[in-house]
């Protein structure tokens, strides 16, 4: 069965369970501006950009698209510590270029400042990589 990715505009008991796994294990500087997993979750879910990888009815995977007229943002990518390496994050990176090129625009990763892990993440998904300002 694949990993099915989906915009979460509300989030079920078990979903806001599987979202604060997912998070509590990204290392604390992906959830800027925000200050913790419950802040993070909370925005996206409140301005509807959140998207998730789901597989077997579970959220493996996360991360914040943000919409703007020619270039959307993904941030805040974050998959479980135990499904990592099976290409959930391949599979939302892939979903959310697929996304944005239909409403003809250009998908952009986008990080604080200074992570060699974003830096990575981007040339190994061959996205271009934005810095995140603190006001984002």
């Keep these: 069965m694949?990993?099915?990715?989906?915009?979460l505009k509300e989030a079920s008991y078990q979903d806001q369970q599987d979202l604060?796994?997912?998070?509590?294990?990204?290392p604390p500087w992906l959830f800027a501006p925000q200050h913790n997993d419950?802040?993070?979750?909370e925005a996206a879910l409140g301005d509807?950009?959140?998207?998730?990888?789901?597989?077997?009815?579970?959220?493996?995977?996360?991360a914040r698209l943000q919409r703007h007229q020619d270039v959307w943002h993904l941030s805040h990518l974050c998959v479980r510590l135990v499904t990592r390496?099976?290409?959930?994050?391949?599979?939302?990176?892939?979903?959310?270029?697929?996304?944005?090129a239909r409403h003809g625009a250009t998908l952009r990763l986008l990080a604080p400042a200074g992570?060699?892990?974003?830096?990575?993440?981007?040339?190994?998904?061959?996205?271009?990589l934005d810095v995140l300002q603190n006001d984002q």
């Design 2 to 7: 694949p990993i099915v990715v989906e915009s």
């Design 20 to 26: 604060q796994k997912i998070y509590r294990d990204a």
């Design 38 to 41: 419950l802040e993070l979750i």
């Design 48 to 62: 509807g950009s959140l998207i998730a990888g789901r597989f077997n009815d579970r959220l493996l995977g996360a």
């Design 85 to 100: 390496r099976r290409g959930v994050a391949e599979r939302l990176v892939s979903e959310a270029r697929n996304m944005a």
């Design 115 to 128: 992570h060699l892990e974003a830096r990575a993440l981007a040339a190994k998904l061959r996205i271009p």
